[in-house]
């Protein structure tokens, strides 16, 4: 392992513009209508910017991890915003060298402060090293440190545990020079100031990848992400539930002839939550993909929400009335990409969808429920006349759409929410924690 403490990034030159970006759905087959757009920001400079995850904050304001190449030091480097309730930036932070360096997650710590991970080629004894810093309820660091070998490792969620530790989820390729597999899932545990208590690998001789952890009322920890079974297949779900020294309990994997991800878990009544995308059932080359979980992983239900051209879903959250998923579509909306919402009820019958976007290219890639009801959701949107993506922050109101305001248009509704049976397969005995 190799720990190398980066230096303080000062404060750098921000660039807020506004732009509205809502779309309409008109939904058919949903039982009641979207919530109206209370406002959106965008931020970003000259180049390329992207807001990977949002939080809300315990003062009310918002929290934001994304990538820019406009600011900081490198070819893109970590971007950490923070905004008031309106999305108003009281103050932000980059985060890099001069290499290639991404903040991926971020989770508001007890102490007021923030965890965020991610992945440096400019630090550590690899190609790209996973990557922590702890920070201030300001954005200054306290200690910040690179784990890895010498060719790849990826930090993709980071969650504060209930003993003040921090977990890490992501993916790594050291194995592929010692006659592993090409790519092996990933979860690395550390004490409150980074220091390693257990790093353990999880896959077989393909390529296998972890996307999201999370820790369990057990204390334990259940993990999102696919794997890879053969040579001549695809990539296919995977959940692995495991206890807090990292040992499998159990691992199930789900998934048809097409590729499969899971990208993201939550605890949910007596079992989880998975949300994804799929290539081996619905409607069009890819589907947005729910499925209820008992607490063994077994299936309560799945959905998938979709049309005839790619949609991705790559968040979860439990909500109110059900779930609600954030991702992209291509099968609805105005542009290359839209920002794609659905919110289910615990069935996962859909209760509203929406498409958020312009004529080029919008993704949605986090999306939180705040304390008034709402929604805030965070993502990338092409400005017009524009190459590059800036980040945007939109905020929903737990009041429904009523009437037309602001410039809106109409798109054609879910073309598919279906059951599908799925391949499962319990691989008990494959994994391998190293």
């Not at 696919?226 to 539930?241: C, G, P």
């Not at 607490?295 to 959905?303: A, F, T, V």
């Not at 996962?348 to 805030?376: F, K, M, S």
């Amino acid at each position: 392992m190799t720990a190398k403490i980066l230096g303080v990034l000062s404060l750098l030159p921000l660039l807020i513009s506004l732009s509205l970006l809502a779309s309409f759905l008109t939904p058919l087959n949903a039982s009641r209508s979207p919530p109206r757009v209370e406002w959106n920001r965008t931020y970003g400079g000259k180049l390329g910017d992207v807001g990977w995850f949002v939080r809300q904050t315990r003062d009310g304001g918002y929290i934001i991890v994304g990538t820019t190449s406009s600011y900081g030091e490198g070819e893109y480097d970590a971007w950490l915003i923070k905004t008031d309730e309106d999305g108003d930036v009281e103050w932000n932070r980059t985060y890099g060298g001069v290499k290639w360096d991404v903040g991926w997650s971020l989770e508001e710590t007890r102490d007021g402060g923030y965890i965020l991970a991610g992945e440096t080629s400019s630090w550590g004894s690899g190609h790209y090293d996973i990557w922590l810093i702890k920070l201030d309820s300001r954005g200054d660091e306290e200690w910040s440190l690179t784990y890895g070998w010498p060719d790849w490792d990826i930090g993709y969620c980071v969650r504060e545990l209930r003993d003040g530790g921090y977990i890490v989820a992501g993916c790594t390729r050291k194995t592929r020079i010692i006659g592993g597999g090409y790519w092996d899932a990933l979860l690395l545990r550390v004490d409150p100031l980074g220091r390693v208590l257990w790093c353990k690998t999880y896959g077989g001789p393909y390529e296998d990848g972890a996307w999201y952890v999370l820790e369990t009322g057990d204390g334990g920890l259940i993990v999102a992400g696919y794997t890879t079974i053969s040579a001549d297949r695809l990539a296919d779900a995977w959940i692995i539930k495991t206890d807090e020294l990292g040992e499998v309990e159990w691992n199930v994997i789900y998934g048809g002839d097409g590729d499969d991800w899971l990208f993201s878990i939550e605890e949910a009544g007596d079992g989880y939550i998975a949300a994804g995308a799929t290539g081996s059932y619905g409607a069009g080359g890819y589907d947005f993909w729910l499925i209820k979980l008992d607490g063994d992983g077994g299936i309560l239900w799945n959905r998938t929400y979709g049309g005839a051209g790619s949609d991705i879903g790559w968040l979860v959250r439990e909500t109110e009335c059900g779930y609600i998923i954030i991702g992209g579509t291509t099968s609805y909306g105005e542009g290359d990409w839209d920002i794609w919402v659905v919110e289910t009820d615990r069935d996962g019958d859909p209760l509203w969808n929406q498409t958020y976007g312009g004529v080029g290219r919008d993704r949605g890639w986090c999306i939180d429920e705040t304390r008034d009801g709402g929604y805030i959701l965070v993502g990338y949107t092409t400005p017009p006349n524009s190459r590059y993506w800036d980040v945007i922050l939109l905020k929903l109101s737990e009041e429904a759409y009523k009437g037309r305001g602001a410039p809106l248009y109409v798109s054609a509704t879910l073309t598919a929410v279906s059951s599908i049976p799925l391949l499962i397969l319990g691989v008990r005995g494959r994994l391998r924690g190293r």
